[in-house]
């Protein structure tokens, strides 16, 4: 279990709490960002309530798919990142799994960037696409702050998710 955690990017002593999913143990790490599960033999119905919490990364044993491909492929399906919405009476919360990438780190962010493709980063430049590298989060805030919002609030301390808080407006 810690030799999955620490290849996974986290620190020991990130919490873990015990789970149990239809039956079978499901490890939740560092809030849900992360689940292991090292059952040997999985079902549809298991990894159906392991997506739910909507994790940025599962770990399952090959073994439990007990060579099954149908069942491997509809897990990786249900397991699909995405970007996610919430919508609170008082904010609105966006995230995303990837986490912060390359030079880009907890302790220079966000004044240090990284581009997983800069190939793409640069023909989206010379494309028009991006008028300059490293200014759309201070664009966002700036615009946030223009319009009375507080100061938007960025999630980016987990290695496996990337996340920011936007405030409705201050009233007059």
Known sequence: MYELLLKS??????PIEHLVL??????????GVL?????KQLTHD???AMAALAP???????????????LKTNAVQMMRSKIRFYEFA????ISNTGGLYGAARPDNFP??????NPVLA???KILGYVNRFNRGIATAKKALLDNGNPEPVFKYDLPLQFGVTVCKKVSA
């Open 90 to 93: 008082d904010r609105i919360e």
């Open 9 to 14: 990017g986290f620190e020991l002593a990130t």
């Open 22 to 31: 239809e039956g079978k143990t499901v490890f939740s790490i560092a809030g």
């Open 56 to 70: 940025s990364r599962v770990i399952c044993l090959d073994e439990g798919f007990q060579d099954n491909d149908q």
């Open 111 to 116: 004044h240090q960037n990284d581009y997983r």
């Open 35 to 39: 689940l292991i599960c090292l059952e």
């Open 46 to 48: 298991l990894l159906k």
């Open 122 to 124: 640069e023909a989206m």
